[in-house]
């Protein structure tokens, strides 16, 4: 079966641009995940959706991050302004309904903000 | 919220050596348990799980672990280590009835010849 897939793979911008990255999760997954990975940190929960639905943005920056996730499939993360601490590898990842399912994760955005 | 801690950082060993990495969990309710696997460059691999049942739990790459609910530890092994084993380990938590997935800060192994 297809991976989750993500785009694009690297991107460098400006401090204060804006960014947006893309994911597609593994077909009939329902739950997917958006991470910031910060060089030597281990991955950090930015949003979690369950289909369409937002189950939990706790530690999602808001004033400057958001995500969406278009009918319950695809999603999308968008920094605007960047700044150069979001520095870092954003993963998604997808899993199926359950708690005891594992996620199955992208390959990763590397943004690197100057 | 649940959470995990990795002991050590940094982990080096001989080839041939058997590798420990240390995992403690901090969950409220019974937890679901995982080894992920991650090489530079490339997103997270899983290793192993557990969520019920058998408490010594066998993965990829001869790699085992085994849950100990009196120390809330899942500490990751293999026998005798390869090169090909170099890579980021992270341990992560999620429970019973929350697919909140949280990950430790990880660590790196090397392997040396």
């Known amino acids: 079966e297809a991976g989750v897939a993500q785009s694009p793979r690297y991107k460098i911008i400006e401090k204060r641009q804006s960014v947006a990255f893309w994911c597609n999760p593994i077909?009939?997954?329902?739950?997917l995940y958006w991470y910031q990975q910060i060089l030597g940190q281990g991955p950090k929960l930015l949003i979690q959706f369950q289909n369409n639905g937002v189950v939990d943005d706790s530690q999602l920056p808001k004033d400057r991050f958001s995500a969406e996730r278009l009918k319950g499939v695809d999603s999308t993360l968008k920094i605007q302004p960047a700044k150069l601490e979001d520095s870092a590898v954003y993963l998604c990842a997808s899993s199926a309904q359950g708690a005891s399912t594992e996620a199955f994760f992208g390959q990763g955005t590397r943004l690197t903000v100057v | 919220a649940q959470s995990v801690t990795q002991l050590g950082s940094h982990v080096s060993v001989s080839e041939g050596a058997l590798v420990l990495l240390r995992c403690n969990y901090s969950s409220s309710v019974p937890p679901y348990l995982f080894w992920y696997v991650q090489y530079p460059n490339q997103g997270l691999q899983l290793l192993l799980k557990y969520t019920t049942g058998a408490t010594l739990v066998k993965g990829i790459n001869g790699f085992e672990a085994e849950f100990k609910k009196s120390e809330t530890s899942f500490h990751l092994t293999k026998p005798s280590a390869h090169m090909s084993d170099a890579a980021e380990y992270f341990c992560?938590?999620?429970?019973?009835?929350?697919?909140?997935?949280?990950f430790g800060a990880g660590t790196r192994l090397t392997v040396k010849p």
């Open positions: 077909s009939g997954h329902a739950t």
């Open positions: 992560a938590v999620s429970e019973f009835n929350n697919n909140d997935m949280r």
